[in-house]
C-alpha cells in the first residue's frame, strides 16, 4: 500500500524520472568520495601508527646506545685514572733510579779522582778487589 510519499511508478514523467536516477548517481558519486576519503585516512593512520613505532623504537635504541656509550666513556676514564697513577708511580721510581744512577756515577767519579791524585795502584794486590 502506498503512504504517499513512495512514488508513483507509472505516474511520474521521464524527467523526473530522469532526476531522480541522476540524484542517485550523485549520491553514488559523494557515498564513492567519501569511502574513497574514509580509506585514504584509514591508510594514513595506519602509516602513522607504524611511523610512531619506529620512532619509538629509534629512541629506545638511541637510549640503549647513549648508555653503553656513557658507560665505555666511564670505563674509559678509570682507566685513564689508573693509567695515570701508575704513570705518576713510574716517574716518582723513575727520579729515584735517575737519582741512584746520577750519584753512582758522581762516587765513581770521585774515586776515579781519587784514584788519580793518590797515582793509581800499579797491580790489583796493591788496589785490592775491584768494586763494583
Known amino acids: 500500500m502506498a503512504d504517499g510519499n513512495e512514488p508513483r511508478q507509472g505516474r511520474q514523467s521521464a524527467a523526473e524520472l530522469l532526476g531522480d536516477w541522476r540524484g542517485a548517481e550523485r549520491e553514488v558519486v559523494h557515498a564513492q568520495t567519501h569511502a574513497d576519503t574514509v580509506a585514504i585516512a584509514a591508510n594514513a593512520a ?3 601508527q607504524i611511523a610512531a613505532e619506529e620512532t619509538s623504537e629509534a629512541a629506545r635504541l638511541s637510549k640503549a646506545a647513549a648508555e653503553h656509550a656513557a ?3 666511564d670505563r674509559t676514564a678509570e682507566a685513564a685514572a689508573l693509567t695515570a697513577v701508575a704513570a705518576a ?3 716518582a721510581v723513575d727520579k729515584s733510579v735517575l737519582e741512584q744512577a746520577l750519584q753512582a756515577a ?3 767519579g770521585d774515586r776515579f779522582r781519587e784514584a788519580q791524585r793518590r ?3 800499579s797491580t790489583e794486590r796493591e788496589s785490592g778487589p775491584a768494586e763494583a
Open 46 to 48: 595506519k602509516q602513522a
Open 71 to 73: 658507560e665505555a666513556a
Open 89 to 91: 708511580d713510574d716517574a
Open 106 to 108: 758522581s762516587d765513581a
Open 119 to 121: 797515582g793509581f795502584a
